[in-house]
């Protein structure tokens, strides 16, 4: 079946460490996000990429890192900069660039302790 | 940029029909569309709209006017399962991803 897996679910990390979460996705979609959700709150935009070897800063970009060396991957590096990373952090693709469609993966859910 | 406001919460019984209002200040976007969430899971795709008037698919309809920087999610014969939030996004003209809003809390009661 196709679709965006992304690993792991739940996640813990001490502070001052830095940890990746992991997106894969075999649909073939050219476009790649990362998002953040908090409790209540709606999607905040991370980093995406449009192509391989390409992607762009979102609205919260501060603290995070990402790479597409890939077409079928975009993992995002959650760094010890980032000051407050507790969240859900949610993968998604879409087959191109200017559709409102994305696909999402079920999500991993970070906490900081 | 893109500002768009939802209700946070909103309350129906079971069969009836409910309205979800988006309302947004952008400078130009391609459409809006609609997800769905489930707690703790992934958002859904439910409707997009790229030009004004209703969309029609299944039980929800959404609807989108550019002139009155408004939509809403229309969701008929409501059941249980649709207790979820539900979010509206717009795709910027601008390059940029899809944007959403902070999300509506809809509780379906019996």
């Known amino acids: 079946d196709g679709g965006i897996t992304q690993s792991p679910k739940y996640l813990f990390r001490k502070e001052g460490q830095n940890v990746t979460l992991s997106c894969e996705q075999n649909?073939?979609?050219?476009?790649m996000y990362w998002y953040r959700q908090d409790p209540g709150q709606g999607l905040r935009l991370i980093y995406y990429s449009q192509i391989v070897n390409d992607f762009q800063k979102g609205d919260i970009a501060e603290g995070y890192s990402v790479s597409r060396e890939k077409k079928e991957s975009f993992p995002l590096t959650v760094t010890s900069a980032q000051k407050n990373p507790t969240a859900f952090y949610l993968c998604a693709s879409s087959i191109e660039w200017d559709t409102g469609e994305l696909f999402f993966g079920e999500g991993s859910r970070l906490t900081v302790l | 940029g893109q500002s768009l406001e939802q209700p946070s919460e909103v309350t129906a019984v079971e069969g009836a029909i409910v309205q979800i209002n988006c309302t947004y200040q952008?400078?130009?976007?391609?459409?809006l569309s609609w997800y769905q969430q489930h707690d703790g899971g992934a958002p859904t795709f439910l409707s997009y709209?790229?030009?004004?008037g209703l969309e029609e698919t299944g039980r929800f309809s959404s609807f989108l006017s550019r002139s009155d920087s408004y939509g809403y999610l229309l969701l008929q014969e409501l059941q249980m399962k649709d207790s979820a939030s539900y979010f509206c996004a717009v795709s910027p003209n601008s390059g940029y991803a899809l944007n959403f809003g902070k999300g509506t809390s809809l509780l379906v009661t019996p």
């Open positions: 709209n790229a030009l004004d």
């Open positions: 649909l073939n979609h050219d476009a």
């Open positions: 952008t400078s130009g976007f391609y459409g």
